[in-house]
Nanobody, 124 residues
Framework: QVQLVESGGGLVQAGGSLRLSCVSS????????MGWFRQAPGKEREFVAT????????NYADSAKGRFTISRDNAKNTVYLQMNSLKPEDTAVYYC?????????????????WGQGTQVTVSS
């Protein structure tokens, strides 16, 4: 089993920044690809960014490109999502997830383990 705990969410004004963290415990963190997904009220959960097990490959949703950066520190069992130039449409619950393939696949259904989520609210 893998346990994931997100932190770093909050209320921020448009144009501001937040850094989300997700700490993993349980099985070897460095074996897993990691992803950040988000879900806004009344909408489906959507892919934001993923990173493979070594950190050498990342993927971003079009909405995140140029503004968000995913990274990981395998020594700290932690994955991060740095979010800059935030917009009101970024408001959602953000979830981190672990992908057992290690590749950091962008499809949510591949991910076996999920955190409880952290709320991000961007005011206009």
């Amino acid at each position: 089993q893998v346990q994931l705990v997100e932190s770093g969410g909050g209320l921020v004004q448009a144009g501001g920044s937040l850094r989300l963290s997700c700490v993993s415990s349980g099985r070897t963190f460095s074996n897993y690809g990691m992803g950040w997904f988000r879900q806004a009220p009344g909408k489906e959960r959507e892919f934001v960014a993923t990173i493979n097990w070594t950190g050498s490959n990342t993927n971003y949703a079009d909405s995140a490109k140029g503004r968000f950066t995913i990274s990981r520190d395998n020594a700290k069992n932690t994955v991060y999502l740095q979010m800059n130039s935030l917009k009101p449409e970024d408001t959602a619950v953000y979830y981190c997830a672990a992908d057992g393939t290690g590749w950091g696949i962008t499809v949510a259904s591949v991910y076996k383990f999920w955190g409880q989520g952290t709320q991000v609210t961007v005011s206009s």
